[in-house]
Each structure stands twice: as C-alpha cells, then as structure tokens.
C-alpha cells in the first residue's frame, strides 16, 4: 500500500511540473544577465534560433536587420557565465544558439526575442521545456519545442510545428500546415493550403478557409475530440480520426463528396442527403454519394457521435 501511494504521488508531481511553464523557473534563477545582438539580414534571408529551458519570440516586420535580444539565467554565477550564446551571421542567414556548458549541472537556461524582416525563412527554431511564438512572417518556418505550447500568427509560407504535452495554436496561415504534437490541444483557424494536424489526449479544432487540391486533410488523435469547418467544398479527400472522442464535420450544402462514416457505441446524424445507390446507412455507419459524389470525406471514431452539418 505504501509503494502505491509513493508512486502516485511520483506521478502527481511529475504532472504538475509537466504543466509549469519553464519560465516560473527562470524567473526564480538568482542570476541573470540580459543580451542584444544587431545584424544585417536582408529580406529573403534566413534565420536559425536554438535554446533550451526558455522561450523563442519571433516577430516580422521592416528593415533590413535582425534584431536579437534576450536573457541568460542560472543558480549560480558559475553556471551563468559558463552559459555562451553564440552568434554566426553570414551574406544571407544569421544562426544564434545557446551553448550549455560541457558536464555543468543546475538551473539554467535562455530566452529569446527576435525582430526580422517580414520576408525572411525560419530554418529552424528550437527549444526545450519552452514556448514558441511566430507572428507576421512571410517564409517557411520549422518550429519545434517540447514541454511547451507552439503558436504561430498571420504566417505566409509553410510551417512545421512540433512540439510533446504542449498546445498548439494557429491563425490566419496560407501554406501548407504540419502540426503535431502530444498531450496538447491543437486549434487552427483562417488556414488556407495543405493541413494536417496529429496529437493525442486532446481534441482537435479547425477551420479552413481554402484547402490545397493535392494532399489529402488529415485530423488525428485519441481520447479527444474532432470538429473541422470547411469553408468550401472539398478539392481532395478528408480524413477525420479519434478514439473516445466525437466528431463534427460542417461543410457547405454544395459539397459534393464520398461519405464515409463509422463509429462504436456511438450514433451517427447527418444533414446532408446520402444517396442510397450501394450506400450503407445504420446506426453506427453511414455509407454513400453526396451531390453526386466526388472526393472522400472519412470520418472514423470509437466511443463518440459523428456530427455531419451543412455550413
């Protein structure tokens, strides 16, 4: 009895700190130290970040330079000036990561704030136990943290966003979208282009308002729940997936579309007409044509109700 009540209360308090923002930390650090960093970086150029144990902002704008500052934190004064933040700027790219000190323990870790041209590619961008947040960039960005929450704002370019028990967050984007993470809840809205979004544990919440013809839209995750609006009707096929969680579909009345539809110990209701030609229409599975046919719209759940609704 008294190994299990150790072992739950082991695992209360590993949940509690996976839920602490990395920053409640920093901010008890005893020793800081702020920095600044100015180079050229002209529109078009690229830009590398890598941190740990602290956040990433990145913010596009105008100029020709990238603007970097931040703030190294450690327990001891060792420790702080044991930490480097390195910077490495060539013709077309800038790269600035911080360095953790060879074979050094204790608390420590840095934070970042970048000011960039708007037109200007993230190559990547990455931290540990930190958030990260992108807005007004015109270029592809790779994002990718874990014990923290990824958003990203008014994007043009292609995104990848990664990160584990952490959310993620994205809002007027025109590009192809890959976000997955674990553990956290993804919300994507105003998103025009490729889309795809994986997490688990957590429900899904998207709406998009025009969808790239040439890879299918994927939404998976677990014990979560699923609701995708379609601004317009489908181009290519649609594949909504969970366990232990509902799905609602909205789409415009005009959709024309393959419907397929499957739950367990779950109902299915629909306000879009199914032709019945070869179709399957049950309790649990909805099968067939609507307005004639056209790509495939699968929806896929156990546990749950399916929701299909005209926009």
Same mark, same amino acid.
């Given at each position: ?5 150790? =072992?739950?209360?082991? %695992?209360?308090?590993? +949940?509690?700190? =996976?839920?602490?923002? %990395? ?19 002209? &529109? ?13 902002? %990145? ?72 958030? $990260? ?27 990848? =966003? ?34 795809? =979004? ?17 890879? &299918?839209?994927?939404?998976? +995750? ?26 609602? /579909?909205?789409? &415009? ?9 499957? +739950?367990?110990?779950?109902? $299915?209701?629909?306000? /879009?007409?199914?032709? &019945? ?35």
């Amino acid at each position: 009895m008294r190994t299990s009540i150790l =072992a739950t209360m082991t %695992i209360a308090a590993a +949940t509690i700190l =996976a839920g602490c923002d %990395i920053e409640e930390f920093a901010g008890s650090s005893r020793f800081k130290e702020d920095f600044h960093y100015s180079y050229d970086l002209r &529109p078009g150029g690229r830009l590398a970040v890598e941190s740990f144990n602290g956040s990433i902002e %990145i913010t596009g704008g105008g100029g020709d330079k990238v603007e970097i500052s931040g703030t190294r934190y450690a327990s001891t004064r060792e420790l702080l000036e044991a930490l480097k933040v390195d910077v490495v700027q060539t013709d077309n790219s800038v790269r600035v990561r911080a360095i953790r000190p060879s074979g050094r323990r204790g608390n420590m870790g840095a934070s970042f704030v970048i000011r960039l041209p708007r037109q200007v590619e993230i190559e990547r961008a990455e931290s540990s136990n930190g958030s $990260i947040k992108i807005e007004d960039v015109e270029g592809r960005a790779r994002l990718a943290t874990s014990n923290g929450a990824i958003r990203a704002f008014r994007l043009n370019g292609d995104i990848e =966003a990664t990160t584990s028990n952490g959310s993620i967050e994205l809002k007027e984007s025109q590009g192809n979208a890959i976000l997955r993470t674990s553990n956290g809840k993804i919300t994507a809205m105003d998103i025009r282009g490729r889309f795809e =979004a994986e997490t688990s544990n957590a429900s899904i919440e998207a709406r998009v308002a025009e969808l790239d013809g040439s890879r &299918p839209l994927r939404l998976d +995750t677990s014990n979560g729940a699923i609701r995708l609006t379609l601004e317009q009707t489908p181009k290519t096929d649609v594949r909504l997936s969970t366990s232990n969680g509902s799905i609602t /579909f909205v789409a &415009p009345s005009s959709m024309a579309a393959r419907l397929k539809a499957g +739950t367990s110990n779950g109902s $299915i209701s629909s306000s /879009f007409n199914v032709g &019945p030609e070869g179709g399957v229409k049950t309790k649990n599975r909805l099968e067939g044509a609507v307005n004639g046919g056209g790509p495939l719209v699968e929806l896929a759940t156990s546990n749950g109700s399916i929701n299909i609704e005209q926009l």
